[in-house]
């Protein structure tokens, strides 16, 4: 079976120390992700985000700059490469009809000054926001992170 690259744009809304998350919750409990989704067949990566972000949290947003790629290659049916966007919020949709993930149970505000130990998924996205936040150096191309890796909490 061959299986598909999906590309995954997602959005980095950072507001008032915050940032923006989903927030799901299964049989183990809560954790988080950043807004966002697959790309469609001729969609450009820009409007993917404005889009995904509309659905997920009624807000209208410009991607400004690609600020990190993470992969997962198992876990999935297909291999996922996720392309993370600052983005700018240009204001709320009024009477926006979202469209929740599976588990989805609301959307947070995160601190960013104690992300790294929050559950945010890709966990390896965790340190490398709050240095992009703080002014610090920080990775682009952050690899491969699959279910049963360890968590990146330093």
Known sequence: MERRIRNSAKALIIRDGKMAAVKLEDSDGVWYIMPGGGQETEELLP????????????????????????????????????????????????????????????????????????????????????????GKPYKVYLGNEEAGDPEVTE
């Open 47 to 134: 409007d993917a985000v404005s889009r995904e972000v509309s659905e997920e949290l009624g807000l209208r947003v410009r991607a400004k700059e690609l600020v990190f790629v993470v992969e997962g290659l198992h876990g999935e049916s297909f291999h996922r490469v996720d392309l993370v966007f600052l983005c700018e919020v240009l204001g709320e949709i009024e009477n926006a009809v979202l469209h929740s993930d599976t588990n989805q149970v609301g959307v947070e505000w995160l601190d960013l000054a104690a992300l790294n130990t929050a559950p945010l998924y890709p966990s390896k996205l965790r340190r490398q926001i709050m240095n992009l936040y703080e």
